[in-house]
């Protein structure tokens, strides 16, 4: 398996699931084939918390793709985590206007969706 192939995402428990370094256990987010902190190429799918907070948003108001044109206004946050400073993406069902940098966030999952919610 090469990293690109590593699954990622929450699990069944609420933790968070990303690749990291075996050797100084940095989160190799996006995943490439070297940690970017040590250069090591040894990593291992790891647990850390599904806690982060909010880095940026945009909300999109019109799209072409026909799978998300029932969604639409809908927001996409960055979100950093907290156990890893990985930044990952994400759907937030709060609304735009009560949405501020730094804002504390945990991930849910609703069926395929990986949704992010304030905490
Ligand atoms: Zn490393």
Not at 4 to 12: E, K, L, M, Q, V
Not at 23 to 48: G, L, M, N, Y
Request: charged letters at 20%; proline letters at 7%.
């Amino acid at each position: 398996m090469t990293i690109a192939d590593t699954t990622w995402g929450p699990d069944s428990d609420g933790n968070f699931v990303l690749p990291v370094c075996t050797a100084c256990s940095s989160a190799i987010w996006p995943p490439i084939d070297r940690c970017e902190s040590c250069s090591s190429t040894k990593w291992a799918s790891r647990q850390v918390l599904a806690d982060a907070t909010l880095f940026s948003w945009v909300t999109v108001h019109h799209t072409d793709l026909p799978e998300f044109k029932s969604r639409v206004p809908y927001t996409v946050g960055i979100l950093e985590l907290i156990d890893t400073s990985a930044r990952v993406y994400g759907l937030i069902t709060a609304k735009p206007s009560t949405l501020s940098i730094g804002q504390k966030f945990s991930i849910t999952t609703r069926g395929a969706d990986h949704i992010w919610e304030p905490r």
